[in-house]
């Protein structure tokens, strides 16, 4: 079992920047991928990153590429996701989520069965 616990959602103008935190507890993640979903109103849940947790190997879509990076600290558990250049089409509930390493990249959120709470991500014109 994986438990996940977001953090740093909030409201920010275009162009600003913020920075969300994943912090996981239970079962070791070294087999695992670390990934960032996100929700807008209306919308299915897409990807937008994820990270390989045992060499850190990064994957994103294409429209957060060059502005939103994904990270992980082994020490502390933690993926952080440092989105920045932010666009009001960002606005959406931002989840973590944990999968095992089946293949590469994972951007079916089918392949991952430990979701966080999710927080809400909200940017103005």
């Known amino acids: 079992q994986v438990h996940l616990i977001e953090s740093g959602g909030g409201l920010v103008q275009a162009g600003g920047s913020l920075r969300l935190s994943c912090a996981a507890s239970g079962r070791t993640l070294s087999s695992y991928v670390m990934g960032w979903f996100r929700q807008a109103p209306g919308k299915e849940r897409e990807s937008v990153a994820s990270?390989?947790?045992?060499?850190?190997?990064?994957d994103y879509v294409d429209s957060v590429k060059g502005r939103f990076t994904i990270s992980r600290d082994i020490a502390k558990n933690t993926v952080y996701l440092q989105m920045n250049s932010l666009k009001p089409e960002d606005t959406a509930v931002y989840y973590c989520?944990?999968?095992?390493?089946?293949?590469?990249?994972?951007?079916?959120?089918?392949?991952?069965?430990?979701w966080g709470q999710g927080t809400q991500v909200t940017v103005s014109p």
């Open positions: 990270i390989r947790w045992s060499d850190g190997v990064p």
């Open positions: 989520a944990a999968g095992p390493l089946r293949g590469w990249p994972l951007r079916g959120d089918w392949h991952y069965n430990y």
